[in-house]
């Protein structure tokens, strides 16, 4: 069983919807979630930061984060096209150093 | 400006030889890493480092080796003992323990 668990789609949606992007994980020692963006061809942008439980907002993106339930969400409002991409879940611990745990990726595509 | 800087974009090799893919930053970061992305696989982790002349192997070192002798390279050579050398590596760092990783744009490296 993998460490960490996310859906690759492909998930498309229209122009104007909220998305919603999800990943699982077992290992209870990870403190701190990460939501990357990738682009085809290019390196993976950072997206989202969260330490611990809890939500933060950065414009129309929205991560979530529920340890009880070993679940992290991405939200996103007014999805446009420009956020067609794979999206990527990250998450570390102390007791794993500085190394992160990727989930597979979700491919996502908005139709204009 | 600050960033992750790969190079080549693209690298081409010949079966049985060796080649070194180029990694550097000036974001003053401790930790460094490389990646191997393959189609449907998402991100595997190869080597990283957390500070110089040390480093450690991640999930699929084999056949692959690296350096750290100054902070701001991190240098993978793919040896001809890797069986399937032909992926996109992506290399990243990151500040601190925990702390979001920063990705370079990748080298997408094809064995003819």
């Known amino acids: 069983q ?100 990727f989930g597979e990726g979700t491919q996502l595509t908005v139709n204009p | 400006d600050g960033g992750i800087t790969q190079s080549p974009k693209y690298l081409f090799r010949k079966e049985g030889q060796n080649v070194t893919l180029s990694c550097e930053q000036n974001l003053n970061h401790d930790a460094m890493y490389w990646y191997r992305q393959d189609p449907g696989q998402g991100l595997r982790l190869i080597y990283y480092s957390q500070i110089v002349n040390d480093f450690q192997k991640g999930d699929i070192a084999e056949g692959y080796s690296v350096s750290r002798e100054k902070k701001e390279s991190f240098p993978l050579t793919v040896t001809s003992a890797q069986k399937n050398p032909t992926a996109f590596y992506l290399c990243a760092s990151s500040p601190e323990l925990g702390g979001g990783a920063f990705f370079g744009q990748g080298t997408r490296l094809t064995v003819v």
């Open chain 1, 2 to 101: 993998k460490e960490v668990e996310q859906d690759p789609g492909p998930l498309s949606v229209p122009e104007g919807a909220i998305v919603s992007l999800n990943c699982t994980y077992s290992n209870s020692a990870f403190q701190y979630f990460m939501w990357y963006r990738q682009y085809s061809r290019k390196g993976p942008e950072l997206l989202m930061y969260t330490y611990s439980s809890g939500n933060k907002e950065d414009g129309r993106f929205t991560a979530q984060v529920d340890k009880s339930s070993k679940y992290i969400s991405l939200f996103i409002r007014d999805s446009q096209p420009s956020d067609s991409a794979t999206y990527l879940c990250a998450m570390s611990g102390e007791t794993s150093g500085s190394r992160l745990t």
